[in-house]
DNA sequence: GAAGACCTGCTA
DNA sequence: TAGCAGGTCTTC
């Protein structure tokens, strides 16, 4: 479930906890499937000892710089998540230097951990993420109008810009009045002005709010600390079919697009 | 493109 | 109990 502004909010929690600067003291893996390309305790054994350098994101990557020169590429997938008190589904627990212990959970077992010697052979298969300055407006203009696709799976492809899921893909389209099922060539100027535009201002706002969680499960992003997201109250389409648009008051609906269920406004997001 | 695979748990 | 979920990858 988290996109980016989830994994940027996790990212940033983690600093504000310390973990940057602490050793790996020891590594306990309870789903082997999670790390590659390395078994368990091959993943354990290499990690150990190295120092927790640097945490960053790149799209919905979370990359940890070790000081052994290797680099921790984390992707969340549906349901990854941090904390650093024990709870259940913890598939990964780093006990750390200063007795920080960082727990890893992840109910439905989707993350992964993959321990590099290279980010770039990941990241270079990545477009650029949405909310740095290489995202441009000519950059997306020109991506769209060289494709001839459905605009809402293309702006899901992490190969062309990388940050945004299903949540603020919808979000995008609908603050831009673009229907996602619009084929991506067909979008005038000020339509791509306004997607990208969009684009960076969805994601800034769920960063603001540390990002969304939907319902009250505990299957849903959480932060840190544990606490829910609070871009729930921002959110102006995804999850709220049969509810009236925002803008004008038209029912919202909920279809699939590319196989992936797509919410907005049939009157105000023009054909 | 589309469908299936990977998984678990919540909701209808 | 069936269907669905914030993601991505593989295989038609």
């Not at 212990?101 to 993420?129: C, E, H, M, N």
């Not at 696709?149 to 949540?167: F, H, S």
């Not at 990002?211 to 109250?233: C, F, H, I, P, W």
Request: glycine content about 8%; hydrophobic content about 35%.
């Amino acid at each position: 479930m988290p996109e980016l502004p989830e994994v940027e909010t996790i990212a940033s929690q983690l600093r504000a906890h310390g973990v940057e600067g602490k050793e790996i003291r020891s590594v306990k893996v309870n789903w082997a499937p999670t790390v590659e390309p390395y078994s368990a305790a091959q993943f354990a054994e290499a990690v150990t000892g190295s120092t927790i350098d640097q945490i960053s994101r790149v799209g919905k990557w979370m990359l940890f710089s070790l000081s052994s020169g290797q680099t921790l590429m984390i992707h969340l997938r549906m349901a990854g998540s941090f904390a650093m008190e024990k709870g259940s589904h913890d598939r990964i627990v780093v006990n750390l230097s200063d007795g920080l212990a960082l727990y890893y959970r992840d109910t439905r077992k989707f993350g992964r951990w993959k321990l590099v010697d290279d980010p770039q052979t990941i990241l270079s298969k990545l477009g650029p993420d949405a909310l740095t300055r290489q995202f441009t407006l000519r950059y997306f203009s020109a991506a769209m109008k060289k494709r001839h696709r459905m605009i809402k799976p293309l702006i899901l492809d992490q190969g062309i810009v990388a940050g945004l899921g299903n949540i603020y893909a919808d979000e995008a389209l609908w603050e831009a009045r673009v229907h996602p099922e619009r084929v991506s060539d067909t979008l005038s100027d000020a339509e791509l002005e306004r997607l990208f535009k969009a684009i960076k201002h969805v994601l800034k706002i769920g960063i603001k709010n540390r990002g969304t969680s939907l319902g009250d499960g505990k299957t849903n992003y959480r932060q840190v600390d544990g606490d829910s997201g609070e871009n729930r109250a921002e959110v102006k389409a995804y999850g709220k079919s049969g509810k009236p648009c925002s803008r004008c008051k038209n029912t919202l609906v909920k279809t699939v697009v590319a196989q992936r269920g797509t919410t907005f406004c049939p009157v105000c997001q023009v054909v």
